[in-house]
Structures are given as C-alpha cells and as structure tokens.
C-alpha cells in the first residue's frame, strides 16, 4: 500500500541520512510528551536540533536553545518538522517556505496531514512527508545488524 504522501521508502532513508539540522516545530519542555522524546532521540542520532516553541522560547528543552519562530533559528535548516496538529500544520509549513535558504523537507509527524500545505511545500522544491515519525521511520527502515551512517 503506497504511502499517503507518495514519498517512497528510498526518499525517505534519503531524508533520514542527508539532512543536518532540525527544527522541531511544538517541542515540549515535558519529558512525557512524544515532541520532547523524538526531540532527544534526534539528539541521540547526532542531529543538530532546534526546538521551536513561542512559550518557552530563551529556554532550554533538552538542553538545546528554544526559539520562538523557525525565523529566530540561527542556521539554516534543512528539516522542519511538525509537530503541531493538522490544523497548525499549514502555518508552519508557510513559515518554512518563507525561510531563506529554504529547508530541503517539510516533515508532520504521526497524525499530520494537510494536502495543501504540502502541495505548497512541492511547489517550491521542497520535499513533503505527511503522518509520519522519524523515529518509527528510523526503525523501520535503519533496523537490524546495520549502523546508520551519519
């Protein structure tokens, strides 16, 4: 069954080995929440993580500088994620895609979906992966004897 995306399992172990940097868009300063578990597990892997959230922006999640706005992020980004709710989703979509230069991929998590974010996103070169999670894709496809490159 193809993916709701359209995004192949190749593109998709691409992402995962290609990017850099990361923006957690709704990172959680709350260790039970799943933003702040995926947030420490992008860590883990050896990302640089930007977590964005406007209610704790100056402060620490994960040890890592929170930002109000993907704008205030210091770097160039090459994945958004979003871990905002579908409704949220295309706000923040829109930001990335004012990012300059813009990010290589757009990513809502597990739950996420918005067509027209993500057709916006397509548009402008950027890759889109809807209902979706990094870590689950992660294991799914990076399991077993072999060790992710980064």
Same mark, same amino acid.
């Given at each position: 069954m193809p *993916?709701?995306?359209?995004?192949? %399992?190749?593109?998709?172990? #691409?992402?995962?080995? =290609?990017v850099s940097t990361i923006a957690v868009v709704g990172a959680s300063p709350n260790p039970a929440r799943p933003s702040n578990d995926l947030l420490g597990f992008l860590i883990a892997k050896g990302f640089e993580t930007y977590p964005v959230n406007p209610f704790h922006a100056g402060g620490l999640i994960r040890g890592r500088q929170?930002?109000?706005?993907?704008?205030?992020?210091? *770097?160039?980004?090459?994945?958004? %994620?979003?871990?905002?709710? #579908?409704?949220?989703a =295309?706000?923040?979509v829109d930001d990335a895609l004012l990012l300059n230069p813009l990010p290589r991929v757009v990513w809502m998590q597990l739950g996420v979906v918005d067509e027209a974010a993500?057709?916006?996103a397509r548009a402008k070169g950027v890759t889109a992966v809807m209902n979706r999670c990094p870590r689950i894709e992660f294991r799914r496809l990076f399991s077993g004897p072999q060790v992710m490159a980064r």
């Open positions: *993916a709701i995306d359209g995004v192949s %399992d190749g593109e998709v172990r #691409s992402i995962l080995t =290609g929170t930002y109000a706005r993907l704008a205030d992020v210091p *770097a160039a980004i090459d994945m958004v %994620d979003v871990f905002r709710n #579908s409704a949220a =295309g706000g923040v993500a057709k916006r």
